[in-house]
């Protein structure tokens, strides 16, 4: 693990892989470290978000001691199952991209077990990454202006689903019903880090 | 009940409060008051908790009327105001009596004025706060004339209204402000003269500058050169958390300063990460104004 200066309120953990960040993460929510008020994964690091400047050295040091707790086989009972209808306008040029056909892209999107890797963009919008590789495909030339809420779309290893109408530029191969984000729930996102999620196909 | 009847808005007044920490694992920012600092001395002067739901006034224009008396107290960029036709203090509590009216004009200096009311405003809460995040629509909507803003009993919580007639001003400075700035995290994805330009240059706010960043403009920050590979198209840093402050430079090389409603997650490399405490400062920049960096040891 590389420890890395982010201002003084927090310190950003970098790791090897997706793997190892997830163990990270899942050893620091469950083992809180003294002085730490608040854990932000990305791709390839954690950040541990410090109460007060004085509360860093020892969060350092902490952070470098720190035994990762073994891989755990996923809790499958909150699992969240996801209803598509796999309708995208860019279904056709994904297909096209990767070189298979609409029904294979469907398929793809189907037949993988997704995990929420980190949240941003918006609140409520998951970054997913596919048990066997995803459905790697580049972002569009030009976003679009305005995406609906609820339209499934790939970029880069990732699947997301947009929680609200926005802008975006990611390929859009379906739409779902799920209410992503609800400021009343608790949690207030469906799509919370570690979560794993399928696709069940619903209809073109 | 008690309330403050929106009469006239400028370009943008919100609800602020210290904001929702805690939820950027959920995509959801910290938010809250861009200076803090004017907003935690305008609620202690009237003796509220420092966090109390308050006034987020961008450039003046604001005008309320009161529904029953309520004790207000205005800081932050100094603007002109007045109670009906008469000059009303800053920096100082004052009581707006039931059926007057008070007109905030465009600071002198600075960009954003609050105006908080004994007791605090009365607002739900969205995950803990009372802030407004307009970008991402959290939050209470930004203020519209009609709205009727109903001021908390002032017997809960907080301390008893602080006994001083003035404070020590919170003008904002004007130009040339010097802010602190940590180096790193991903300093070493820029090119090698790019910190020292950081440090040494005076950056210039620039028109495009809201409650989500600071861009500045100055020398350009030049990516770190992939040797061999100049003409391939440079990597791309994986997604990672970004906090208030930090200092992000896209492919422009042109450095954008995160302030309270900043993403939470970005993919660009973050240069530097201005002081926390520092980050108020820069939120009342004008366009055009100019900003240094100074670096601070990261401390552990």
């Excluded at chain 1, 929510?29 to 020892?58: C, I, K, N, W, Y």
């Excluded at chain 2, 966090?51 to 008396?69: D, K």
């Excluded at chain 2, 008070?102 to 004025?113: A, K, Q, S, V, Y």
Aim: hydrophobic share 40%; proline share 11%.
């Amino acid at each position: 693990m590389k420890l890395l200066p982010c201002g003084d309120r927090a310190l950003l953990a970098e790791v090897a892989d997706a793997r190892e960040r997830r163990r990270l993460d899942a050893t620091l929510r469950r083992h809180p470290l003294p002085g730490s008020v608040e854990l932000v994964p990305g791709a390839l690091t954690v950040l541990v978000v410090a109460a007060a400047p004085q509360d860093l050295p020892g969060l350092a040091t902490a952070l470098r001691e720190l035994v990762l707790d073994p891989d755990e086989a996923p809790d499958e009972s909150d699992d969240l199952v996801v209803e598509v209808r796999y309708d995208g306008p860019d279904l056709q040029d994904v297909a096209t991209s990767v070189d298979i056909s609409p029904d294979e892209v469907v398929e793809r999107h189907t037949s993988q077990v997704w995990t929420v890797e980190f949240a941003g963009f918006a609140p409520g919008f998951g970054y997913l990454t596919g048990s066997e590789g995803g459905l790697e495909v580049p972002r569009r030339d030009s976003p679009r202006t305005r995406i609906p809420a609820g339209s499934v779309g790939l970029a880069g290893p990732y699947s997301g689903i947009y929680p609200r109408p926005s802008p975006g530029g990611w390929q859009l191969i379906g739409r779902s019903d799920a209410r992503l984000w609800d400021a009343d729930r608790d949690p207030p996102a469906l799509l919370t880090p570690g979560r794993r999620v399928h696709f069940v196909e619903v209809g073109r | 009940m008690t309330a403050l009847v929106v009469e006239a808005v400028g370009p943008l007044a919100l609800v602020e409060d210290l904001g929702r920490p805690g939820h950027a694992s959920i995509g959801v920012t910290g938010s809250g008051a861009a200076d803090r600092r004017a907003l935690r001395l305008a609620n202690r002067l009237l003796g509220n908790p420092e966090g109390a739901p308050a006034l987020e006034v961008l450039l003046g224009g604001l005008a309320v009327r009161a529904e029953g008396t309520v004790r207000v107290c205005v800081t932050g960029a100094p603007a002109p105001l007045q109670v009906d036709d008469r000059a009303a203090p800053l920096d100082a509590p004052f009581d707006l009596p039931d059926g007057r009216r008070l007109r905030m004009g465009m600071p002198r200096t600075g960009l954003r004025t609050y105006l908080a009311v004994r007791g605090g405003l009365a607002v739900p809460l969205v995950l803990g706060s009372a802030s407004t995040d307009p970008t991402m629509g959290v939050g209470p909507a930004p203020l519209a004339p009609g709205r009727r803003l109903a001021v908390r009993a002032s017997d809960r919580g907080g301390a008893a209204p602080v006994d001083v007639d003035v404070a020590a001003p919170t003008a904002p400075p004007v130009t040339d402000v010097v802010v602190r700035v940590v180096v790193g995290p991903r300093d070493d994805w820029l090119a090698p003269a790019a910190v020292p330009t950081l440090l040494s240059r005076p950056w210039t706010v620039s028109a495009d500058t809201d409650r989500v960043g600071v861009r500045l403009t100055g020398p350009r920050l030049d990516r770190l050169a992939v040797s061999g590979r100049s003409d391939s198209a440079p990597p791309e840093l994986p997604s990672e958390a970004v906090v208030r402050g930090a200092v992000q430079v896209p492919h422009s090389g042109q450095p954008l300063v995160f302030l309270a409603d900043h993403p939470t997650t970005g993919g660009y490399p973050v240069i530097a990460v201005v002081v926390d405490d520092d980050t108020d400062v820069l939120a009342q920049l004008r366009p055009g104004e100019r900003v240094r960096f100074r670096r601070v040891p990261r401390g552990w």
